[in-house]
């Protein structure tokens, strides 16, 4: 009897202590429940003034991404991995790459500083509407004397080498995003002034403030419309993009119409059934011609000016453009013009010098960085044969860094179209170096890297031969002296006839005599420094050339008055054996600039004598400088102011 | 060998046994194919697991999960039928065809999701996918059938 009610009593403790783990285990989980959904609520009540801040969704042909997944995973998901997405984001903490960590910038003498709050990002700055006014406006404030105020950071642009950020606008002008004039550079961790990121003259007019509704918008997001309010009293926006970045709507169309009749399996059956057709509701790319599929990438990869009416009509109803139409037939590509050109072409460039000298060397090679399609399409391979941006590039077989597909860094990309043997099978017999030297690799001689954008020489999408004559008159620097550090003009003009035929080129008692990339680095303007520059540190030009008398020569550019020269520079010098860890900040002082120049030179001096000399590369057969031509040279620099609008 | 009590069995035994054999059959078949689908995840072979594969990996599962899922679904029948044995002499022609739409249902639901995993058409699967909707159709006709006949013995049993 005992046992038995002990027994109950234990089934009882048993069971009481069962249903107390229960409701205990139940209570655990409402609180773990209600603790998450409180910090999702937190978190969604944080982020609603970063996304009530950003342009609004179009709600008209645009569909965004999320819907093109569904039936194309695999493009989605290659798209998803590139830069192009992620150009334009919203400022959430898991996209910000900038330190808001109370930092102090100074942007060409006006103090800006980044912090949090919370989860949000803040710039305290000079008022951005009152620099608008002052900056653009032309209104006679004294800068220093702007008021400065709080705003929240709510978008970012860039993700791959920085990244810049966009502050929300005064409530009167609608959803504007005023620019917050510092750049972060994520690879060096650091935040800079945005005149320093830029090939801006020192000294010249005009700081880097910009709004982002009415131009950047153009080719920073898809299907973008500034949605200016023409009628209103402050000329404000209501802008609208089908979606921030570049998505799969900027390269294919407008999805809305696809999608409507994609939703019937019978049709997509049929399409699948009759591979080759081309479904008439959506464009792909690789199935227009060479002309139209680069007019894509056209659409902000080249330098243009939107024809009569098209560009109040983008500002008020947005990008005109589809993907598959002729682009010039809304808008008018910009060339520079050449030695063949008519008077009235060159007319338009007297009319306006300086835009053309921002985004061309001087004989219509382009220059600035970005504008691949303004170049491409003056090249003969566009031209005369059938090259497009799809020959070597792609959005979704291709690495995110530059967007080659698995021949596009090769010799494949060129021999799709030049496959005879003196491109082939007996390549020597055409470049003149051994087959399987850089030298032999078409790209190295015919786009070389002399444009320039984001702190880098970037191959030169105007594919063409190298031309001494430009390189002498114009000061265009040529692929074979980028290579040939150490050679002259005169080398590689000789070099040109020998192995070509091309005529002896008229050149300058300095050309003949000392190395074009010593000449373009110590006498040349901005644009020839920074090209000559990089290629100090391109492994091709070391390897031809030798590094080691490269350090003194380079060091020079320490102290350049351009802060991305600078850049360039520290950044190449570093590549040099010994300066691996050569302490350089580009933006110090000027007394600290020089200091660190100096030091540059005096460590090389330090080290052993160099494996070359020569006057060519303006060392003494003792391994000294030739310090009093360096010095002549530096004094005759070219000193024009450059731009480039990269 | 396992031994056995009688070998004579009646039609609802004899057509228990089948979907035992069917279902056990399936079981085997597609827990297979699931240790197969994780070999290929541990070996992280591209023609299962690159992105581009995202809807033969999508498809393929289904094969799996439907076969296993359809082959649970048979033994389940089959014990549904044993128990009926009770109350029936023998099972009448809405047994017999809820049989035979189960098997098709086994046979071309878990195929057509194979099959439309092998050729893709980006997001959508190949053309075996069109055994799939034949193959719900007749799972479905099976459910029914079988339903209709325990309601209507249970409305039986009360009268």
Aim: proline share 5%; glycine share 8%; charged share 20%.
């Amino acid at each position: 009897m005992n046992s038995g009610s002990e027994s109950s009593r234990a089934m009882v403790i048993k069971k009481r202590f069962f249903v107390a783990v229960f409701v205990m285990a139940g209570v655990a989980l409402m609180l773990a429940l209600g603790v998450s959904w409180m910090d999702s609520r937190k978190r969604q009540t944080e982020q609603q003034s970063v996304f009530e801040s950003l342009p609004r969704s179009r709600d008209d042909e645009y569909v965004s991404s999320n819907r093109c997944q569904a039936c194309h995973p695999a493009e989605h998901a290659t798209w998803h991995r590139t830069f192009h997405r992620t150009m334009t984001q919203p400022a959430l903490p898991e996209l910000v790459a900038g330190k808001f960590d109370d930092t102090t910038i100074l942007s060409d003498g006006l103090i800006y500083r980044v912090f949090k709050k919370g989860e949000k990002f803040f710039a305290e700055m000079p008022d951005p509407e009152e620099m608008m006014y002052a900056v653009q406006g032309g209104k006679l404030t004294p800068l220093k004397a702007i008021r400065r105020v709080e705003r929240e950071v709510v978008m970012t642009t860039g993700s791959h080498h920085y990244q810049t950020y966009w502050v929300k606008g005064a409530d009167k002008y609608g959803n504007l995003l005023q620019t917050l004039p510092l750049i972060y550079l994520i690879e060096d961790q650091r935040w800079i002034p945005r005149e320093v990121a830029f090939m801006k003259a020192p000294g010249e007019s005009g700081r880097m403030i910009s709004q982002w509704n009415h131009h950047c918008i153009n080719c920073h997001s898809t299907g973008g419309n500034p949605g200016l309010q023409a009628n209103s009293k402050e000329g404000s926006f209501a802008t609208a993009v089908g979606e921030l970045g570049i998505s799969c709507e900027a390269c294919h169309g407008p999805g809305e119409e696809h999608i409507k009749a994609n939703r019937n399996p019978l049709r997509r059956y049929t399409l699948h059934r009759d591979a080759g057709e081309t479904d008439d509701t959506i464009v792909n790319p690789e199935k227009l011609d060479h002309q139209r599929s680069s007019q894509i990438c056209g659409q902000c990869h080249g330098v243009y000016i939107r024809n009569e009416n098209f560009g109040m009509k983008f500002a008020t109803e947005g990008v005109q453009y589809r993907p598959g139409e002729d682009i010039n037939e809304k808008r008018y590509y910009i060339t520079h013009p050449t030695e063949n050109s008519t008077p009235l072409e060159w007319e338009e460039y007297r009319k306006n010098p300086k835009f053309f000298a921002e985004r061309w060397w001087e004989d219509g090679t382009i220059l600035a960085g970005g504008r691949e399609y303004s170049g491409l399409s003056q090249s003969a391979c566009y031209t005369r044969g059938e090259i497009s941006c799809l020959s070597c590039h792609s959005m979704h077989d291709s690495n995110p860094v530059d967007q080659l597909n698995h021949i596009g860094n090769s010799q494949q990309a060129c021999v799709q179209c030049h496959n005879e043997p003196a491109y082939t099978t007996n390549i020597s017999s055409h470049t003149h170096h051994a087959p399987e030297s850089t030298g032999s690799e078409c790209m190295n001689c015919h786009m070389p890297h002399t444009s320039y954008a984001l702190f880098s020489a970037i191959r030169n999408h105007q594919i063409k031969s190298p031309d001494i004559r430009a390189s002498a008159k114009y000061g265009v620097p040529n692929a074979c002296n980028l290579c040939h550090l150490d050679k002259s003009l005169e080398w590689t003009s000789r070099a040109m006839t020998r192995n070509y035929g091309t005529a002896p080129v008229d050149l300058t008692a300095e050309q003949k005599e000392i190395s074009a990339a010593l000449l373009w680095i110590l006498k040349g303007h901005a644009a020839q420094r920074v090209i000559a520059a990089w290629h100090t540190g391109w492994e091709p030009a070391r390897q031809a050339s030798g590094s080691d008398w490269l350090a003194p020569f380079q060091a020079r550019l320490l102290a350049d008055p351009y802060g991305v020269v600078r850049y360039v520079a520290g950044d190449n010098l570093r590549k040099l054996d010994g300066f691996e860890k050569f302490p350089f900040d580009f933006i110090a002082p000027e007394e600290k600039l020089r200091a660190s120049a100096e030091k540059a030179v005096l460590q090389w001096k330090d080290r052993a004598a160099p494996t070359r000399t020569g006057g060519e590369i303006l060392i003494n057969p003792d391994g000294s400088i030739m310090e009093e031509r360096v010095q002549k040279l530096l004094q005759e620099r070219d000193n024009r102011p450059v731009n480039i609008k990269e | 060998m396992a031994k056995i009590k009688s070998t004579s069995l009646n039609s609802f035994d004899r057509l228990a046994l089948r979907h035992a054999l069917v279902g056990w059959t399936g079981l085997l078949i597609f827990l297979t194919l699931g240790i197969l689908l994780e070999v290929l995840h541990g070996l992280k072979l591209d023609l299962y697991l690159d992105v581009r594969q995202e809807t033969r990996r999508f498809m393929w599962t289904l094969a799996h999960a439907h076969g296993t899922l359809f082959s649970l679904v048979h033994l389940a029948f089959a014990w549904s039928l044993t128990f009926s044995s009770r109350w029936m002499n023998a099972p009448g022609p809405g047994f017999r065809s809820a049989s035979w739409a189960f098997i098709g249902g086994l046979i071309l639901m878990p195929l057509g999701f194979l099959l439309g995993g092998i050729w893709t058409y980006g997001g959508d699967p190949g053309v075996g996918i069109f055994l799939v909707p034949a193959g719900a159709l007749l799972m479905l006709f099976g459910c029914v059938r079988v339903l209709v006949l325990f309601a209507s013995l249970r409305n039986l049993a009360a009268k």
